[in-house]
């Protein structure tokens, strides 16, 4: 007997097996056995089989949210913008009759029953397998500091051998004694080869506003900027301003997370100039930023131009102590105008800038911006001591 023909026989007889009786299926069993001579047990196994294919392979309750729903769901949820299902839940109605009144709501009564039936872990499950058709690499940002941390590199010296347009750039806040609620920043750069100083003022440390300062300080520089060295902080580690560097092609390096003296040029030019002139006061007015960048723009002509500064240009250790050797004092002015690397044409620039100044006039002009400063603070904001060593 060939194959075809037993199959045929188990055919046959399957639904009475199914269904029979014990003693039916002992007598079905024993004709089968018979015609076909299997053994008793191959043809039970058999019939099992069979059985088993013809059950249907989704078992449980039946199937209530159809493919319509879950369609009229993803419409409801694309125009929600793909929002979580515990913010999508409650507002299902609301979008429902707002592609009604636009007439693009397609689906039927029956089907918008029960998409208002759909509780919120139905919709949970339904959203995931949204989220599961993108594409893969879909939303992987690259804007957190710690992947941008391995595309800026870390430099940690030797400046020496560095040109003018390298320099160091920090922010320093004006808090008072409290980092809570909005205040004023400054963002202060330095030059390592010349010590050219230019701070500028701003609203917090958001990365647009790091940028716009940065942007300021570019422009004012005597000489182009090659390179930008901050630390690690979330204010220049970030897209924004490592695509301006770049569409700028200025060179941005960081210092080592916690290793302050990375940064040592600018560390003292905060404390010299910005503590110094500024003082610790709490700067939280955005009237504040004007009048701080107003100072600025004279302050940093009578540093640059009048007031001289040194650089260490060797250090000897000797027994447990170090000695540090100390060029002549110079203006960065100075040294601009000496250096060998900065073109003519920038050296006559500053020049014609340079006889312009008075330095009597420069240093009224900064007391009085720092008393503007401060009455407008007080005018605006909390009130603020003058410091009596300013």
Known sequence: MTMATKTSIFHAYKQQYWSGSKSEKYEILTHICFVTRMHRKAAIRRFATLKKCATPKHRGRMVVYTPQVTQALKTVWSLASEV??????????????????????????????????????????????????????????????????TIIPIFTGPW????????????????????????VFTLNYTDVATLWTHPHAQWNK?????????????????????????DTGSEFINRFVVEWCQHEHIALTRSRPYHKNDNAHIEERN????????????LDVKEAVSALNALYAVLALYLNHFIASRKCIKKERVGSQFVRRYDTAQTPYQRVMSHAHITQEDKDALQAVHETLRMCDLKHEI????????????RYGTTVTVSNDL
């Open 84 to 149: 979580c299902a515990e913010l999508l839940t409650p507002m299902i109605p609301v979008y429902v009759a707002t592609l009604k009144l636009e007439g693009v709501w397609t689906a039927d009564e029956h089907v918008t029953t029960l998409l208002f039936q759909m509780r919120e872990a139905t919709i949970r499950r339904r959203i995931a397998t949204f989220l599961h058709t993108r594409d893969p690499h879909h939303g992987v940002s690259a804007t957190s500091p710690s992947s941008l941390k």
């Open 271 to 282: 404390g010299h100039i910005i503590r110094k002139f500024v003082g610790y006061q709490r």
């Open 367 to 378: 007391d009085r911006c720092i008393q503007n400063l401060y009455d407008t603070q007080r």
């Open 206 to 230: 958001g990365q647009y506003a790091t940028q716009q300062s940065m942007a300021v300080v570019q422009e004012n520089l005597p000489f182009p900027w090659l390179g930008a060295h901050p």
């Open 160 to 183: 020496s051998d560095k040109p003018p347009g390298y320099g160091q750039i920090d922010t320093v806040v004006h808090c008072g004694s409290t980092l809570l609620g909005d205040m």
